[in-house]
């Protein structure tokens, strides 16, 4: 899962940062003010925003308003301080979705992560895709160079559509052992060697050679 926390409090951030990486698979960019959270959350994918509302040079609540009206769609967490109603309200009303006040025990911000990443909060995506030659058709899950026309398992789907939707990223084995098999599944990383391999056989097929590169000992990205 990742993860973007924003939080000027250094002794916090540090622990924060810490434990989330400890206590699950976790990937985490932290950040100290509110122009850089703005920042990051336009130019990466995260699946959770973690927004302090008191940071410098822009705060918290200002950051959440300014993404939501400019159409950004993930989850965002709110961390604060102040737990009058009143202050909650504004939040909320500002566009996060969840609110966890100060001081909070890491159990806690877990079971919301966790809870946040349980609702779907992806945007609609285009049913056709095309790079260069290659044609994604996520409908009826196969991909084709405009000719000939191959159809995916499941899991190959899966995988293609993952590393497309995060082109040029790496995904480590983990994340992507995630995203489609859930981390508690009795799954080998063995296997996801495997789906690249017969995905990359696919691709050969029509003419999509070299797409999907091999990092070594960290995971696999799609390079387009």
């Known amino acids: 899962?990742?993860?973007l926390l924003a939080e000027d409090d250094l002794q916090l951030g540090e622990l924060v940062e810490f434990m989330?990486?400890?206590k699950g698979s976790y990937n985490i960019d932290w950040v100290m003010d509110g122009e850089d959270a703005y920042d990051y959350a336009k130019a990466s994918h995260y699946d959770i925003l973690i927004l302090d509302w008191m940071m410098p040079n822009e705060d918290g609540v200002s950051v959440c308003r300014r993404l939501r009206s400019s159409g950004y769609s993930g989850a965002?967490?709110?961390l604060t301080a102040k737990d009058a109603v009143g202050d909650r309200i504004i939040g909320l009303d500002a566009g996060a979705d969840d609110y966890l006040v100060k001081p909070f025990e890491i159990d806690e911000l877990l079971a919301r992560l966790r809870a946040l990443s349980r609702r779907n909060y992806a945007p609609i995506l285009e049913e056709k895709l095309s790079i260069h030659e290659m044609h994604l058709n996520r409908l009826s899950q196969t991909i084709s160079n405009g000719a000939e026309e191959i159809q995916l398992s499941p899991r190959e789907f899966q995988m293609l559509d993952l590393l497309v939707q995060n082109r040029g990223q790496v995904l480590p084995r983990e994340v992507i052992l995630d995203r489609i098999w859930g981390l508690d599944a009795d799954v080998s990383m063995k296997i996801i060697d495997a789906t690249i391999k017969l995905l990359r056989k696919k691709l050969d097929l029509i003419g999509?050679?070299?797409f999907l590169q091999s990092i070594r000992?960290?995971?696999?990205?799609?390079e387009s």
């Open 1 to 3: 899962m990742n993860i």
């Open 20 to 22: 989330l990486k400890k």
């Open 76 to 78: 965002i967490l709110m």
């Open 208 to 210: 999509q050679q070299g």
């Open 217 to 222: 000992g960290v995971g696999y990205k799609f």
